[in-house]
Every structure is written in structure tokens, then in C-alpha cells.
């Protein structure tokens, strides 16, 4: 009966309540914390899945200016990059202008009256 006793004393209930709230508010704090880790942890992939695009365009970006760079070493290259740049061409060449054909003027809107006269005409 003496235990019985005890598991009822109001102290050690009230002591039990406290505790059980503490260790739920240390539950919550280390939640909190993990909670933070995992946010972190998906933006980090994020950046690391933006950088490794980025690295991708400049090795391709890389590997274009090494190709320039290799045909600008010869004297043909010069010559290819000097004529598409600033259309440059060499004593004796004549240069071909390619004109586009001028457009049809559009036809002009008829006038309601035109309209209402088109619509009787057979």
C-alpha cells in the first residue's frame, strides 16, 4: 500500500509533468535543428547541381576558344577571322552584294463603301 502511496504523491507527479515537458522542448529544439541541416542540405544540392551546369558551359566554352585559338595559329585562320570580321578582301576580288527582293506593296483596305457595293455586284 506504502507504493501505492508514492505513485500518488502530488510532488512527484508535478515532478514527472516537468519533466516530461523538458524533454518534449528538447525533442522540439533538436527537430528545429534538423529541420535547419535538411534545409541547408537540399540548397547545397541545388548550388552544387547550378555549378556543375556552369563548369559544363565553360568547358564547352573552353574547348571553342582552344579551337579558335589553334586555326588563328595559321595563316589561313588570320586570313578567315580578317574577312568575316571586318569583310575584308584581297587586291583583285571583287565583292558580291546579295540584295532581297523588294517587297509587294500591300494591298489597299476597301472602304465600306466598296464593301457594300462588292456585296451586290454579280
Known amino acids: 500500500m506504502a507504493t501505492f502511496q508514492q ?3 502530488p510532488m ?3 515532478w514527472r509533468r516537468i519533466v516530461a515537458v523538458l524533454l518534449l522542448l528538447i525533442l522540439a529544439i533538436a527537430l528545429r535543428g534538423v529541420w535547419g541541416v535538411y534545409q541547408k542540405s ?3 544540392h541545388e548550388l552544387k547541381t547550378e555549378a556543375q ?3 559544363g558551359d565553360l568547358r564547352t566554352r573552353e574547348q571553342e576558344l582552344r579551337t579558335d585559338i589553334s586555326s588563328l595559329k595559321s595563316d589561313r585562320g588570320v586570313e578567315a577571322e580578317l574577312r568575316e570580321r571586318y569583310d575584308l578582301a ?3 576580288e571583287g565583292v558580291v552584294v546579295i540584295v532581297d527582293p523588294p517587297e509587294p506593296p500591300p494591298e489597299p483596305t476597301p472602304t465600306p463603301f466598296q464593301r457594300f ?3 451586290f455586284s454579280w
Do not use: I
Open 7 to 9: 505513485r500518488r504523491d
Open 12 to 14: 512527484r507527479l508535478m
Open 90 to 92: 584581297k587586291e583583285g
Open 42 to 44: 537540399l540548397e547545397s
Open 117 to 119: 457595293k462588292s456585296m
Open 53 to 55: 551546369g556552369k563548369l
